[in-house]
Structure formats: C-alpha cells, structure tokens
C-alpha cells in the first residue's frame, strides 16, 4: 500500500544535541512538507520541497534544516539551534492530480 | 499575510448536525480545504472547495463564499467517532496554511 513513514515515533534528545526525523513516502509524489504541531495548536510549515533538490523556509525554518536527494525522502534535521523543539512533527506529501496533502503518523520529539 | 479563524471548541450530541466554520484573511488563494484530526494521530484529508458553492462528500459537506472571505464544514448524523479536531487550510503559493483548529466533542 502506498503511503508516507515516519520514524521513530518517539524520540528524545538531550539538550545541544542535533536530531534526524526521517520522512519516506512510495506516492510518487513531487511535493513533501514537514509541519509542527504544538499541543492544541493548528499546523506551522517548518519547510517544503517541490522538486528533488529543491526545498523551500517555511513559516518556522530556524532551527532546522533538510535535504531532498531523492524523491522519495524528505529527512528533517533538528539542530541545536532550535530553543524549543519538543513538539510532534509531521511530514506530508502531494501529488499533482489531488488537492488533499496525504501526512505520515508523525513523530513526537521530547528534549531531555 | 494570511490568518484563518476557527472557533477552538465545538460541543453536539450524536446523531444532530453541527456546523464549523471558518473565516479568513488572505488573498490569490487556490482553495479552501478541510482536514480531520484524532487526538494523536495525522490529518486526514475531507474535503476541497476550490470554487464558492457547496461540495457533498457522504456525511460531510464543505462550503466557500470567496465574497464574503468564509467557508464551513458540516457533519451531518453525527457519531461518536467524529470527536476528533477540525482543520480549515488554504491551499497558497505551493503551501498549505493551517487554522488552529476546532476541537469537536460528540456527545451521546
């Protein structure tokens, strides 16, 4: 079955520590995009890729960082830069024929 | 810039029909989309609206007035499984920007 993975679920990182959220979908979509989500909160667009090698800040870049090498793979780098980080995040894909963006499970990161 | 509004809590009893609307401030936008959220979990995609009018999908209807900047989500027969948070998005530049959400509690 088509879809998007996410991994891991869960995930803790100790303070000043860079992490790697990893995105993989088998749509064949061109367009991948990760969002934050924060408790009771709607979606905030940290980045967005349209094309392979090719991505986009969103609203919440700082702190975070990508890579588009294929298209198949959209990883989300949380750096230390980031002062807040503990959030769920959530990847997503759309494919030129839909108007509905299709999300991963997501994953929940927590700072130690 | 842009914002979209929606009431944050909507409370009805299981089986009547509830109504969540949205209204927003933004332009040069393709369309106006709903997506449905249980707790923990990811959206999923409702519902489009990419012309002013009504768009009937089962239980759930979407509406648009592009005029009047305002569009809304209706579940009709309502279940105890549609307890679940609704997102009003807009499809803009290549991006698709959120509302906060409206929390939906279905009561028996």
């Known amino acids: 079955d088509g879809g998007i993975t996410q991994s891991p679920k869960y995930l803790f990182r100790k303070e000043g520590q860079n992490v790697t959220l990893s995105c993989e979908q088998n749509?064949?979509?061109?367009?991948m995009y990760w969002y934050r989500q924060d408790p009771g909160q709607g979606l905030r667009l940290i980045y967005y890729?349209?094309?392979?090698?090719?991505?986009q800040k969103g609203d919440i870049a700082e702190g975070y960082s990508v890579s588009r090498e294929k298209k198949e793979s959209f990883p989300l780098t949380v750096t230390s830069a980031q002062k807040n980080p503990t959030a769920f995040y959530l990847c997503?894909?759309?494919?030129?024929?839909?108007?509905?963006?299709?999300f991963g499970s997501g994953t929940r990161l927590t700072v130690v | 810039g842009q914002s979209l509004e929606q009431p944050s809590e909507v409370t009805a009893v299981e089986g009547a029909i509830v109504q969540i609307n949205c209204t927003y401030q933004?332009?040069?936008?393709?369309?106006l989309s709903w997506y449905q959220q249980h707790d923990g979990g990811a959206p999923t995609f409702l519902s489009y609206?990419?012309?002013?009018g009504l768009e009937e999908t089962g239980r759930f209807s979407s509406f648009l007035s592009r005029s009047d900047s305002y569009g809304y989500l209706l579940l009709q027969e309502l279940q105890m499984k549609d307890s679940a948070s609704y997102f009003c998005?807009?499809?803009?530049?290549?991006?698709?920007?959120f509302g906060q959400g409206t929390e939906l509690s279905v009561k028996p």
């Open positions: 997503a894909s759309k494919g030129q024929a839909y108007y509905g963006y299709t």
């Open positions: 749509l064949n979509h061109d367009a």
């Open positions: 890729s349209q094309i392979v090698n090719d991505f």
């Open positions: 933004t332009s040069g936008f393709y369309g």
């Open positions: 609206n990419g012309l002013d």
């Open positions: 998005a807009v499809l803009r530049g290549g991006k698709l920007i």
